[in-house]
């Protein structure tokens, strides 16, 4: 396997993985923050006022990039799985083609040449 035709694979999949990255960090950073509000806590209380406990800013805009990166990760899968689809496709393409010859001349290997 040629490295130079799986470097924009990598890439792809070097990008997921610090997305993924990022995304686990936001998630932990959600849940160890004081009042814990996660990614689906409750930002008000009971009366409707903002929680004391919690910066409800920090919490909306890091949500907020969360989702970001899960539609941004989304499609860099749709792209690592389209890029896989093409790379074995030219791979079995390639096998195929270059499996027709050596597989002609081994069947005409056996059999009597009509020439001669």
């Avoid at 998630?27 to 209380?45: A, F, R, V, Y």
């Avoid at 989702?67 to 860099?76: E, G, N, R």
């Amino acid at each position: 396997m040629d490295k130079a035709d799986t470097s924009p694979l990598l890439a792809l999949q070097d990008r997921a993985h610090s997305l993924e990255k990022e995304i686990s960090f936001i998630q932990q950073t959600l849940d160890e923050m004081p009042g814990m509000p996660g990614l689906k806590g409750k930002l008000i209380d009971a009366e409707g006022f903002p929680r004391a406990d919690v910066d409800v800013h920090q919490v909306r805009q890091l949500r907020n990039k969360h989702a970001c990166l899960q539609t941004d990760h989304q499609q860099i899968m749709k792209q690592i799985e389209q890029a896989m689809y093409a790379h074995f496709a030219s791979l079995k393409a390639g096998a195929t083609a270059g499996a027709a010859e050596p597989v002609a001349s081994r069947r005409d290997e056996g059999r009597p040449q009509s020439g001669a």
